[in-house]
Nanobody, 116 residues
Framework: QVQLVESGGGLVQAGGSLRLSCAAS???????MGWYRQAPGKQRELVAH???????NYADSVKGRFTISKDNAQNTVYLQMNSLKSEDTAVYYC???????????WGQGTQVTVSS
């Protein structure tokens, strides 16, 4: 079992920044680790992910504004969010696909609210 603990969400004005963190409860070898988000009335969508080798992928809507990174020693992934817009308001969920586990694991979600 892997538990993911997210932190860093909150309320910020448009144009501001937030940094989300997601820490795994045990040492893992990451295949893919990243973030989805879900706004009210909308489907959950991929925000960004990073592979064990360090390759990254971003949703078009966040390219150039968000940066995903990881710290293997801390089993943690980060999402630096800059130039936030009201449309970034959502619950952000961390997930991981790790070597040796048969399923993906998800965090409990952290709320990000951007006021205009």
């Amino acid at each position: 079992q892997v538990q993911l603990v997210e932190s860093g969400g909150g309320l910020v004005q448009a144009g501001g920044s937030l940094r989300l963190s997601c820490a795994a409860s045990r040492r893992i070898f990451i295949n893919i680790m990243g973030w989805y988000r879900q706004a009210p009335g909308k489907q959950r969508e991929l925000v960004a992910h990073i592979t064990g080798g360090g390759s990254t992928n971003y949703a078009d809507s966040v390219k150039g504004r968000f940066t995903i990174s990881k710290d293997n020693a801390q089993n943690t992934v980060y999402l630096q969010m800059n130039s936030l817009k009201s449309e970034d308001t959502a619950v952000y969920y961390c997930y991981v696909r790790a070597t040796g586990f048969v399923r993906d694991y998800w965090g409990q979600g952290t709320q990000v609210t951007v006021s205009s």
